[in-house]
């Protein structure tokens, strides 16, 4: 077809020899295809506007709220009542299971330690009070190798091992 008689569909632009054999058409796109893409534009700049400049929300503000939700409906215990918690037979008998999970391997089974210190002597390093064992465990003591299990474990369960150390070694 020549320009006369109308648009002419199919036509190859020739630009095959710069683009490794790949030809390329001149046809126009369809018009539902043109609304939908122009739709969407004038839909994304009014919910731009909308979210930013009318409701006055952001992603940082929407994430606080929804932490503090979380915080007041899954409250975290501070390690003074993890401490306080874990003065029952129960929690000492879960203290010497993680224990034996997480602490064999330096401290030996029976705590007389091995790669890490004894825990069964009178005499502490780091000080052998309940707080102390506890302080310990959560920070760890990384320039001799041992982890900080705090972020690890969690108050909770660091003060379940913590009460199975003081209560079955030689704490103070």
Same mark, same amino acid.
């Given at each position: 077809?020549?320009?006369?008689?109308? =648009?002419?569909?199919?036509?190859?632009?020739?630009?095959?020899? /710069?683009?490794?054999?790949?030809? %390329? *058409?001149?046809?126009?796109?369809?018009?539902?295809?043109?609304?939908?893409?122009?739709?969407?534009?004038?839909?994304?700049?009014?919910?731009?506007?909308? *979210?930013?400049?009318? %409701?006055?929300?952001?992603?940082?503000?929407? *994430?606080?709220?929804?932490?503090?939700?979380? /915080?007041?409906?899954? =409250?975290?215990?501070?390690?003074?009542?993890?401490?306080?918690?874990?003065?029952?037979?129960?929690?000492?008998?879960?203290?010497?299971?993680?224990?034996?999970?997480?602490?064999?391997?330096?401290?030996?089974?029976?705590?007389?330690?091995?790669?890490?210190?004894?825990?069964?002597?009178? %005499?502490?390093?780091?000080?052998?009070?309940?707080?102390?064992?506890?302080?310990?465990?959560?920070?760890?003591? =990384?320039?001799?190798?041992?982890?900080?299990?705090?972020?690890?474990?969690?108050?909770?369960?660091?003060?379940?091992?913590?009460? *199975?150390?003081?209560?079955?070694?030689?704490?103070?």
């Amino acid at each position: 077809m020549s320009a006369k008689n109308g =648009p002419q569909h199919d036509r190859v632009l020739g630009h095959a020899d /710069e683009c490794d054999g790949i030809e %390329e *058409y001149d046809n126009k796109l369809p018009t539902w295809w043109l609304g939908l893409f122009y739709l969407s534009i004038i839909v994304g700049v009014g919910y731009g506007i909308s *979210y930013h400049f009318i %409701e006055k929300t952001s992603q940082a503000a929407l *994430y606080d709220a929804e932490m503090a939700a979380a /915080e007041a409906r899954w =409250p975290t215990p501070s390690a003074d009542d993890a401490l306080a918690a874990a003065a029952n037979p129960e929690s000492i008998a879960a203290g010497k299971e993680i224990y034996a999970t997480n602490c064999v391997g330096c401290h030996a089974p029976d705590l007389t330690g091995g790669i890490g210190p004894n825990l069964t002597d009178a %005499e502490w390093i780091h000080g052998g009070t309940l707080a102390d064992i506890n302080r310990v465990i959560t920070e760890g003591v =990384p320039e001799k190798g041992m982890l900080t299990w705090g972020p690890i474990l969690g108050p909770q369960k660091v003060a379940q091992v913590a009460a *199975y150390i003081h209560g079955a070694g030689g704490g103070q």
